[in-house]
DNA sequence: AATGAATGAGTTTTCATTCAT
DNA sequence: GATGAATGAAAACTCATTCAT
């Protein structure tokens, strides 16, 4: 919704932008997930991006810049994947689907969410800002459904209830990506959101 | 239950090393919590626990082993403040009560608890085991009071749901330790407890 | 004979390393000739060689690599010089020439030699075996001249004898090597290799 | 024969000085020996002897001083065991007792002659130069030796090459102490001094 | 005399970033 | 646009020495 912030870069093709960026945002992950943002070098993070310590500086101006990439990557991929949701507004239907699309995602990008929860507060102060201000448009997003329901009646919980449920269903997202090592051994993401989505509406109808 | 891990300390005095490492964890959960584990220096935590930097290493052997102390005593205080619960056992009462001690000790100890879930991963193979394995320990305390629910017919939940509802009671804990800042507009902790006390309970009852 | 025991760099361009190496080889020397190697900062040799810190640590892992480093030097050059003594095997005359070059040798690099005798013992295991090794392939060239004079028929001492006669000629090479100081008053390194010559087969003809 | 070179101690009870000075001698040695004056700590030593840091500190200034004091301890060493040889001036016979006498030290103290040439030069300025000095005394004593029975007409060598040989003589017993983990493997102490003598003298006679 | 906790200057090593080629 | 050698600030850690008890 707002502006997007742009990272500066001395290169002009903006097409070999996008394909170098991409390159250095998967090795970059594959590295922070390993061993984290401070213990992994940008020597190796151009290395495994397949390009040289100085081609890597043409298109970032700092080591931070590669990790604000990748959390700004993510939340647009959210915002893509929930943004064309084809069900009916205000059903529950809508909101098991939005559950549904969302716990997939982090099952898609689990490395990339967990790279953003753990590496997300080495950023400085204006990035991490940004980043801060993109989590609560999420979180938003399901307050927004379930505000929908709760109008359309289908959800009968208090206004107060809708932002603690909003976290909630974040958080379950969160836990998927973080406690995956337990997690796996007893579910598949499949059955997971089908509980997910039980408990969570069991808690909130 | 099982045996501690040992930091040693080339200083004898038992008494000192405890409050020693009281003043270093004090000043170290401060900084960690503000800058991070990598960017927060031996120096700086010295210097907030009010001594120099040579005294700081004759108390630990190397900078992780700050970490190491701080996640330790988290784990103490658990054991501690869970091990003493005085209500029937089997009783919704008693789980009840072991969320709100739980809460409220994350309340209590927020900082360290940020730290413990942001920083561990810097820990060396055997410190972080020893901390996953503090953990699993923590999340057994849970599922023990929920089998015994089971059992005494107070929760009717099938076996293969208490471990998911045991993370599940953690996970929201850490919710409040990490979402402290979105969350306290709108609850206390007081308020947090009954609301997830309430929902926890509805999920699996 | 065996094969070197590389040095890692992170610098691709292989005549750069020989040169940068040799630039730290010869600041080293002179320092650790001086006050020693572990009275010898890392800074003061990248200041002596002409650079800085950070580029001193391109050419090596560490410290100990620039003490390992002079040390192989060493057996490079003995190496080279005592493997084309022309002059005929078996002769007393070849033998005399081999003490002769060894000592010029030892002459030339007398700062290098009195390196490697005081401080290769703070070589690391590896690199340390490594140096014994070549010291005692060294020592193995003069007891070849000498079993070849020995066959020859032109010395006349027992097989027993060969490796302390061997000994002895690195011995007082060494000799030169560290009592210059109080030997230089005397004798020049011509007269001195005179006098070795005359003494040292006197000792075994 | 100069005055000896002190150091001051804060304790009064002179036999009490002597006792933990070689308590610390001896640890020092041991520890010097095995890893190098610079990898020795001060504390280690203390550990070594029996006690404190502080209380090392009580009988030394510097950790240096112990290093003199070893050397020390050797000269006045070969001072006592080579003053008193009973053997009349002049003969060749007096000439082999000294030889015999010195290598049986050397034998004695391998380790103290090993931290005296391999460590000594870690010594300040003015302590080396009285270990220097004491080393050419050392010398000189040979020289005297060997002077006596040039003159009594029991050896036939010129002015000029006494020193080397005196040097000579000095240098095989060093030999002995440094190469001992080769030489053993073919000589005892007893025949080592046998052969020594044997050569020494054809070198010389 | 003995102890050992406290100190901080000094050391090695790393690594983000620059810039000449 | 790409490269990679050069840089030096900054960090963790050590250890000789002191001094209050």
Redesign the pocket.
């Given at each position: 919704m707002k502006g997007k912030r742009e990272i500066a870069s001395?290169?002009?093709?903006e097409s070999?932008i996008e394909m170098?960026r991409k390159q250095m945002i998967r090795g970059a992950v594959k590295l922070f997930k390993e061993k984290g943002f401070?213990?992994?070098?940008?020597?190796?993070i151009a290395k495994e991006a397949g390009?040289?310590?100085?081609?890597?500086?043409?298109?970032i101006?700092?080591?931070?810049d590669i990790l604000f990439l990748i959390c700004d990557g993510i939340y647009d991929e959210v915002q893509k994947r929930l943004s064309t949701l084809e069900m009916e507004e205000g059903s529950i239907e809508r909101l098991k689907l939005a559950i549904s699309v969302y716990y997939q995602l982090i099952d898609d990008m689990t490395d990339e969410f967990v790279v953003l929860y753990q590496e997300s507060k080495s950023l400085q102060k204006d990035a991490l800002q940004y980043v801060l201000r993109k989590e609560l448009e999420m979180v938003a997003i399901f307050e927004g459904i379930l505000k929908e329901c709760v109008i359309s009646g289908e959800l009968r919980i208090s206004e107060q209830e809708i932002p603690i449920a909003a976290h909630h269903i974040v958080v379950q997202g969160q836990m998927w990506a973080f406690r995956r090592w337990a997690l796996t051994k007893e579910y598949s993401i499949e059955s997971y959101i089908k509980i997910q989505q039980h408990q969570l509406l069991k808690g909130i109808q």
């Amino acid at each position: 919704m707002k502006g997007k912030r742009e990272i500066a870069s001395s290169v002009k093709d903006e097409s070999l932008i996008e394909m170098r960026r991409k390159q250095m945002i998967r090795g970059a992950v594959k590295l922070f997930k390993e061993k984290g943002f401070h213990r992994t070098t940008t020597r190796e993070i151009a290395k495994e991006a397949g390009f040289s310590i100085g081609t890597l500086y043409e298109y970032i101006r700092a080591k931070e810049d590669i990790l604000f990439l990748i959390c700004d990557g993510i939340y647009d991929e959210v915002q893509k994947r929930l943004s064309t949701l084809e069900m009916e507004e205000g059903s529950i239907e809508r909101l098991k689907l939005a559950i549904s699309v969302y716990y997939q995602l982090i099952d898609d990008m689990t490395d990339e969410f967990v790279v953003l929860y753990q590496e997300s507060k080495s950023l400085q102060k204006d990035a991490l800002q940004y980043v801060l201000r993109k989590e609560l448009e999420m979180v938003a997003i399901f307050e927004g459904i379930l505000k929908e329901c709760v109008i359309s009646g289908e959800l009968r919980i208090s206004e107060q209830e809708i932002p603690i449920a909003a976290h909630h269903i974040v958080v379950q997202g969160q836990m998927w990506a973080f406690r995956r090592w337990a997690l796996t051994k007893e579910y598949s993401i499949e059955s997971y959101i089908k509980i997910q989505q039980h408990q969570l509406l069991k808690g909130i109808q």
